[in-house]
């Protein structure tokens, strides 16, 4: 499963690729979503990989993600009645059934896009316009994008 972050705005983008965009998932800056591996989700990725950046997600910051930024609807906060409620022990035990495909955020009511802060100390060092390996924010960043959500979470 993929956690796709989008880091750049609106301001000058085609039509196309804000289309694009929103079928992701990702309508503004700081946001990330959940996509499963497929070939149609790598094709649109690979289309708006100027604007987002990607990567592999594990279960530990999976959980801490669905703990500290997954809302309900209304905005409110997932907490432990609601975990007991649908019959899950803790947020290990969700992201491990979210991870597994047993279930899904839109099967247990949680919203599909994660709210997040711009990242402590700042994005790499080569700022928001050059791909990851360059040194930049933007593209594929394999298992370190559970790093960049740490630091936005």
Known sequence: MYAVIRIRGNTGIRRELARTLDVIGVDRANHLVLVKESNSNAKMIAKAKDY???????????????????????????????????????FAELAEAVMSGKTGLRELGIKKFFRLHPPRKGFERNGIKKAFPEGGALGYRKSAINKLIEKMA
């Open 52 to 90: 987002i950046t990607w990567g592999e997600i594990d279960e530990n910051t999976l959980a801490l993600l669905l703990e500290k930024r997954a809302l309900l609807a209304g905005n409110k906060k997932i907490g432990v009645e609601f975990l007991k409620k649908k019959g899950f022990k803790g």
